[in-house]
């Protein structure tokens, strides 16, 4: 399916030399889109430029770190000169930290009378983690979008595509860090939304279940390929048995950004987790 309402739109992708925003982009310069590929890893970002640019697409590699003000805007000049004002902004930027993250999934009497070496309890999370995790997901999002939004005022089309997660809904065991900056860029989607309503941009965020990502590669599989027994949870509380692949979000991200089929929704986060938030375990 061809979205023509997207052909020639300037795009800003954060994040963008991750798994999943890296295809976002190349899905979004299929349609015709220019997109600007923006990572704190510049390198990361070229790379998948170059593929975008070697298949006909129109895309550009721009390093950036979202948070720091003066990065952003340079970033932008970056942008509005080789290829124009944006219209879509996408926040991708984000992620977790073992600072941020519990050895165990519950806390046991056992942890406080005699832990034992390297167990990290919830006593022991680092407050600096924490703030780091905070931070480059929620903070990220809010000074890229003041940074870029100031151009998407009153252009038709404009909107902004946050990245949650499920662990919004539903906090997962181990990772309360990064559980709790999820929630808030939902809750931000949705202040966004109401905020920006009447000078035309539309706020939506996709909230991804469990896909397997360099992010996460070590906490879903063995080294010998095998699932981890956390993976075995979460395949067996998954109706539709597997992880996400980054092509399952395709149809969202397209939805989502296309005016013509989503000119009335704004506000909404969007779950793309093959049914894990649906199953009770029962």
């Not at 550009?60 to 932008?76: F, I, P």
């Not at 397997?212 to 906490?219: V, W």
Request: aromatic content about 8%; hydrophobic content about 45%.
């Amino acid at each position: 399916m061809t979205h023509e309402n997207l052909k020639n739109k300037v795009i800003v992708i954060t994040g963008g030399g991750g798994v999943l925003c890296s295809a976002f982009a190349k899905d979004l310069a299929a349609q015709g889109a220019k997109v600007a590929v923006l990572d704190l890893r510049e390198e990361a970002a070229q790379v998948v430029v170059d593929e975008i640019n070697a298949s006909g697409g129109t895309a550009l590699a721009v390093g950036c770190n979202v948070l720091e003000a003066e990065s952003l805007e340079a970033a932008k000049e970056k942008v509005n000169a080789t290829l124009g004002t944006c219209d879509i902004l996408i926040n991708g930027a984000g992620g977790n930290s073992p600072l941020g993250t519990t050895t165990k999934e519950t806390l046991e009497l056992t942890d406080i009378a005699e832990k034992a070496e390297g167990v990290k309890t919830f006593f022991d999370l680092d407050a600096k983690g924490i703030e780091f995790v905070f931070n480059l997901n929620f903070l990220g999002t809010l000074l890229t979008t003041q940074c870029f939004a100031k151009d998407m005022v009153g252009k038709e089309g404009a909107s902004i595509l946050n990245v949650s997660s499920m662990n919004a809904f539903r906090p997962l065991t181990k990772i309360p860090a990064y559980s709790a900056a999820k929630a808030a860029i939902s809750n931000f989607t949705q202040w966004m939304a109401v905020h920006f309503a009447d000078v035309g941009i539309r706020v939506n965020a996709i909230a991804p279940g469990f896909f397997s990502t360099n992010q996460n590669k070590t906490l879903l599989f063995n080294e010998d390929g095998s699932l981890t027994a956390r993976s075995n949870k979460i395949i067996t509380h998954t109706p539709l048995r597997r992880f996400g692949k980054p092509e399952d979000l395709t149809g969202a991200l397209l939805f989502l950004c296309d005016e013509e089929y989503s000119s009335f929704v704004t506000g909404v986060i969007l779950p793309v987790d093959g049914g894990f938030a649906a199953y009770s375990g029962v």
